[in-house]
């Protein structure tokens, strides 16, 4: 389907993202505050980590990981029940601490959790590291068809999307946009973000007017939306049109994702201000450092990308990349080494070569999967 079909068809409605914004806060808050109250109250810390994945994954708040990780740790002093070790599970894996999560996972099942909870963190786990990935598909298409909702079609389709299979990822994806039946607009936002990343990233020949076109739905949807913002500014940027990147980027800048700084720095050096993008390459490497000291497997993969690219350190990103396809071996992840890896080493047969010039200064951008 073109970008031109497309924008013609009418999108489900929703409350508007800013309002859903402050009513996440507000909830994420009382969810804390009832957690004080009684640690074991049913429910209570599953609801703390539903709203705190939401702020991370949309709102570039990746403090929320932090505050995450300290309710797996204070619910399992408290509670010795499946719930809390489902918890830790679903915190492990949120941060990318795989093998933490399958240890957590295995408990909870020898203490008696629910067998379909079981089911949904293992899958989750095996997809996201590349396991027995035809398992998975189908057990995601027998979840997927007996229930028909979002949220288990949107692990489909990005199944799919995995196994190159991209027409039915797409069509796995807009079922989940037309099923939706409620009004919050984070679903929504998510599903139009994966078609971006879709078509913009993972088929072969990319389409930037379909997905900046998606990329814009995920805003309109959610504006607050850090992911959605950054990937659609790339695309400006691509076309040479910097001071619409810098419009998308600026919002953003208050979040404590780093590749908001780390895109705005190639903006601004498209723009010529190299003072000011030096500025905001040393802020986005400080916070990389900072997330790789307390979350290094949710974030070597980005980072290896920001290091093999404006970071300009292809040994550190080689490193990090390594460490990524170490933690999840996936098709993607084992790509990026192999791309790092070869960078590093065009990089240093260049450094010896008598036609380099000292001091030469080199910014390129690698099309790096992540």
Known sequence: MTATVEANRRLPLATHG????????????????????DERRPGVAETIVDHERLAAQFLGDLDALDRLEALASQFARVDDSSRAALVQAEVASTVHRFADARSHIAR???????REAIERQTLAIDQACGVELDAVLAARRRIATKSGRLEDLVPLGAMLADLERFAEADAAYRQALYSYDDVSPFPFAWVCFQLGVLWGELVPVPDPKLAALWYRRAIAYVPGYVKARV????ICASQDRTGD???LLLPALSSRDPEVRWRLADVLIAQGRFDEAETQLAAARSGFEDLLQRHLLAFADHAAEF??????DRQRALELARVNAANRPTRRALKQVQTIAACADEAAAAATSPTNLPGEVRRERHDLLY
């Open 307 to 312: 290091y093999a690219g404006s970071g300009d």
């Open 108 to 114: 909870a099942a020898l203490i008696g959790a629910p």
């Open 231 to 234: 990937h659609l500014a790339e």
């Open 18 to 37: 800013e309002i859903a914004a402050i009513n996440l806060e507000s909830a994420r808050r009382r969810a804390w505050a009832r957690f004080a109250q």
């Open 245 to 247: 990147a810098a419009a």
